[in-house]
């Protein structure tokens, strides 16, 4: 199977899971998975949430911030991949100058 994000609509989530600003999204879904381009611009956050079923894995590809994983943040740059496990909770902060660009593969 390929997935051609350039073809995919993008959509528009206002302060998903409780975050900052919006998030813009292409996103392919199947009953298995979800896989997301997502950006956010600066000073926005996907807010705190549990992957309980599923998993994600979420891939900075351009800009910076940081992730939430517990009480800690954990800085986050291009080429950084964070792992977050079924039962574990994240958040996704965009506290750079540039937009964060991230892929993201989301199990159910």
């Known amino acids: 199977m390929f997935i051609d994000f350039t ?3 993008r959509t528009v989530a206002d302060q998903l ?3 900052n600003k919006s998030v813009e999204m292409k996103t392919y879904q199947d009953d298995k998975l979800k896989i997301v381009v997502g950006r ?3 000073g926005a956050s996907l807010g705190e949430h549990v992957h309980d079923p599923g998993f994600e ?3 900075i590809q351009e800009g910076c911030g940081k992730v939430k994983v517990g009480e800690d943040y954990v800085p986050v740059y291009s080429g950084m991949c964070h792992y ?4 574990s909770g994240h958040s996704l902060i ?3 100058n540039e937009d964060l660009i991230y892929f993201a ?4």
């Open 7 to 9: 073809k995919l609509e």
């Open 17 to 19: 899971y409780g975050g």
């Open 40 to 42: 956010l611009e600066p």
């Open 57 to 59: 894995v979420l891939y």
């Open 84 to 87: 977050c496990e079924t039962g």
């Open 94 to 96: 965009n506290d750079g």
């Open 105 to 108: 593969v989301i199990g159910k």
